[in-house]
């Protein structure tokens, strides 16, 4: 059973910094692409980062310089480390994890199947 647990959103003001985890369970973190995916209200998911088997990753335009995103295959985690924050930044953020999709459809939604619950990052 696959499972993907978000943490780490919260408030901040502009300018500041937070870090998002997914912790993984029910399969090996290694073989699958995953990725944060964002949405704010009245607007479409979209793709802000992801990183395929291989490790290479991909980012929005609008977060490039200022998110990293790292998978730890050992702990089974996927992170996101946002700076700079703006207040455009704010949202529900989402893991999402699958095996079959590769880098170009990183920021595809419809290519994941597992998806984690979200957690809220404001930016005042």
């Known amino acids: 059973h696959v499972q993907l647990v978000e943490s780490g959103g919260g408030s901040v003001q502009a300018g500041g910094s937070l870090r998002l985890s997914c912790a993984a369970s029910g399969y090996t973190a290694s073989r699958y692409c995953m990725g944060w995916f964002r949405q704010a209200p009245g607007k479409e998911r979209e793709g802000v980062a992801g990183t395929d088997r291989y490790g290479s990753t991909r980012y929005a335009e609008s977060v490039k310089g200022r998110f990293t995103i790292s998978k730890d295959d050992a702990m089974n985690t996927l992170s996101l480390q946002m700076n700079s924050l703006k207040p455009e930044d704010t949202a529900t953020y989402y893991c999402?994890?699958?095996?079959?999709?590769?880098?170009?459809?990183?920021?595809?939604?419809?290519?994941?199947?597992?998806w984690g619950q979200g957690t809220q990052v404001t930016v005042s």
């Open positions: 999402a994890a699958d095996m079959a999709c590769g880098f170009s459809s990183l920021f595809s939604a419809g290519f994941y199947t597992y």
